[in-house]
């Protein structure tokens, strides 16, 4: 049996994750983990009678223990609440779909626990893989990547044996303005910017794809993940999304996985891994997609990206300013209160101005995460 605690339950991955154990007798979820949505969380404690859940806030914790009194399971709050999901002594592996910086902490108290990551947090890695990776490494735990790029990579290195890698080639959609001009971007509307062509994500992710900050969070990702130099990761758009990413080697040959866009194979992988099974989607059909197309990015244009390889090739704690600087931005582009383009001039300003320092602790990454918020708040709200 693999015991999972999911992280981020009732989000786009959680609900995803939750079909998969269900399809599968040999898994059961014990713990799960949300924000606000205790409505679903509910349905999900009684359908998969997890041992533990949590939510954010106090008062939803009283309301859901109230409604689930006649099922026995434990119900807290907050991030001590989400520390206890990612450290339940019952869980063998801890999903971490959470969305956020908040996903920090419990990654590494889950792997002080010694629990296999199924990792889908970006932030993690982008803010904290200088302390993660060799935490990881110290505890013998795997980092299993979920998000989709990253398990094709993983995929990919399975048959190469002690080669190394020469070059990593992630693969970008490009978004729904990747034909646009510079001047059709100034008036891209919330709704233009939440209809992604080819996968269903949560709002953030979404307008992160569009902009290509996801993306730049990924190559951010990719090097820690992988331990490759910066400069041997190479950004591809690749409009139809059915190659998830490939690696070169040495000799010139490209690996890569293919499939259709669609989250349960990279988190039914994580789940199984090294095993293959049959999975709860349809399969790729070749015939049907009849030609893969791949362009070079333009770096002037998705001005996302050419920060983000920036905030990389800067190290310390850049990548955190740009990651705070980006969840900030989206939340003021949700609201309405700022333009599609000010995302990206609010990164690049809060870049140059939020003091920089090594980020060795998990103190300074959060103080500089509070840093970027307040700078933002201060000129923007
Ligand atoms: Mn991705």
């Known amino acids: 049996m693999k015991n999972i605690a999911i992280l981020g339950s009732t989000g786009s991955i959680g609900t995803k994750a939750l079909k998969i154990i269900e399809n599968n007798s040999d898994m059961r979820a014990v713990a799960l983990s949300c924000g606000r949505n205790i409505k679903l969380l509910e349905e999900q404690i009684r359908r998969f009678k997890p ?25 807290t709050y907050g991030m001590e609440g989400l520390i206890e999901c990612a450290t339940y002594d019952k869980a063998d592996m801890v999903l971490t779909a959470v969305v956020g910086m908040m996903g920090i902490l419990p990654t590494i108290e889950a792997i002080k626990h010694k629990k296999t990551i199924a990792l889908a947090n970006k932030e993690t890695l982008v803010t904290a893989g200088q302390i993660i990776m060799p935490l990881a490494k110290d505890y013998g735990v795997s980092i299993l990547p979920v998000d989709s790029e990253h398990s094709a990579i993983f995929q990919s290195l399975q048959g190469i044996g002690d080669n190394k890698i020469f070059k990593i080639l992630l693969t970008a959609s490009g978004g729904p303005f990747r034909t646009y001009t510079k001047e059709q971007l100034e008036n ?13 994500m949560g709002k953030k ?20 993940l992988f331990n490759v130099p910066l400069s041997d990761i190479r950004v ?7 190659l998830h ?20 194979l990279p988190i039914q992988y994580a789940f199984t891994y090294p095993e293959r099974r049959e999975g709860i989607t349809d399969r790729l059909d070749l015939f ?5 197309t791949f362009f070079e990015p333009d770096l002037d244009l998705f001005k996302g990206l050419r920060l ?9 704690n850049m990548p955190t300013v740009f990651n705070a600087a980006n969840e900030e931005a989206v939340k003021l582009f949700i609201d309405e209160k700022i333009k599609y383009l000010e995302i990206l001039d609010i990164i690049e300003n809060a870049m140059e101005n939020v003091k920089t320092n090594n980020a060795d602790s998990l103190d300074k990454i959060l103080s500089t995460q509070n840093e970027t918020i307040e700078y933002i708040n201060s000129r923007w709200k």
């Open 188 to 200: 891209v509307t919330l709704k233009d910017a939440l209809k992604h062509p080819n996968w269903a």
């Open 205 to 224: 992710v979404t307008i992160d794809s569009s902009t290509m900050v996801n993306k730049g969070l990924e190559v951010m990702e990719a090097k820690w």
């Open 245 to 264: 990413s490939a690696i070169e080697l040495d000799d010139g040959a490209i690996i890569g996985q293919m499939g259709i866009p669609d989250m349960a």
């Open 51 to 75: 041992y533990i859940v949590s939510c954010e806030r106090k008062e939803d914790a009283d309301c859901l223990r109230a409604s689930v009194k006649d099922i026995d399971c434990k119900v």
């Open 236 to 242: 591809v758009i690749h409009p139809e999304s059915i």
């Open 288 to 292: 049907k997609v009849g030609k893969l």
């Open 308 to 316: 983000a390889f920036k905030a990389a090739e800067c190290g310390d």
